[in-house]
């Protein structure tokens, strides 16, 4: 029941000659069909001054598949939509950009010419083309051992604020000199306080990652205080990560001799606490269970 084009404009009925004349009387509604063979599902719109347009119909995808490079040129899935959401255009067709990659499948993202990703043309006439957000065959994104995780070789290869990493074989958008490293996943090659990638937001070189500890027990607390708790909690209530107590950034402190970034209770809190690895939040404290 599509109804509009892909540039929003309204379907006019199908039973109406306003304002637009023709001859599929006996089609339903306004909704998107293709009675004459045109390359995609159609309509007349209401707009007085555009008689028809194609309509952005998505296809039945079971499967979007994953890539196993950064590149993606092995990538035979089926997502069909940018980094922006934007629809991709059909390679069979050549509106509404022109190009020479007709032999391939639909409209699903490809890589046929070396980009740094699967990408395609758009149905947007204002973006000609854009890469897509093509996940990666992740079995394992692993875990570190240590604050900082110069050990971590897992797959995780999304910042703190969920950017996607640069591939370290390019130097686009961002240069750099780590051109040894593994596909687009998070290291930590010259000392930073933890795991980190340059992304692919050309507005932003680098950023830390996400990447959690090799955590076997959480542990609990037999007092309100917890000021005893030795176990390796370390979010906070909020779900903040907590900031390694060897580090003084983003928070300068005292209790540099504790334990990587776990929750504990140095100075008599109400609760065993951290501080967070957020700038605007100095410390919190932590949802550490008691041992019932």
């Known amino acids: 029941m599509i109804s509009t084009t892909i540039s929003n404009r309204a379907c006019q009925s199908w039973k109406l ?40 119909v998505p296809f039945c995808i079971k499967e979007k598949g ?76 692993g875990c570190k051992k240590t604050a900082q995780g110069s050990e971590y070789r897992g797959m995780i290869s999304t910042t703190i604020s969920n950017r996607a990493c640069q591939s370290w074989k390019l130097n686009t958008p961002h240069r750099h000199r780590f051109n040894n490293l593994d596909e687009n996943y998070c290291r930590n090659p010259d000392g930073e306080p933890a795991p980190w990638c340059y992304t692919t937001d050309p507005k932003k070189r680098w950023e830390v990652c996400n990447v959690p500890f090799c955590i076997k027990e959480k542990g609990c607390k037999k007092t309100a205080q917890g000021s005893e708790y030795r176990g ?31 929750c504990r209770n140095p100075d008599g809190e109400p609760a065993p606490w951290c501080y967070t690895t957020d700038p605007k939040k100095r410390w919190e404290v932590c949802n550490v269970p008691y041992c019932s």
């Open 17 to 56: 000659n306003t304002p637009h004349r023709h001859r599929f009387k006996n089609l339903d509604e306004n909704y998107c069909r293709n009675p004459d063979g045109e390359p995609a599902p159609w309509c007349y719109t209401t707009d007085p001054k555009k008689r028809w347009e194609v309509c952005n």
């Open 232 to 262: 390796m909690i370390s979010t906070t209530i909020s779900n903040r990560a907590c900031q390694s107590w060897k580090l003084n950034t983003p928070h300068r402190h005292r209790f540099n001799n504790l334990d990587e970034n776990y």
């Open 66 to 141: 994953c890539k196993k490079t950064a590149q993606g040129s092995e990538y035979r899935g089926m997502i069909s939509t940018t980094i922006s959401n934007r629809a991709c255009q059909s390679w069979k067709l050549n509106t509404p950009h022109r190009h020479r990659f007709k032999n391939l499948d639909e409209n699903y993202c490809r890589n046929p010419d070396g980009e740094p990703a699967p990408w395609c043309y758009t149905t947007d006439p204002k973006k000609r083309w854009e890469v897509c957000n093509v996940p990666f065959c992740i079995k394992e994104k």
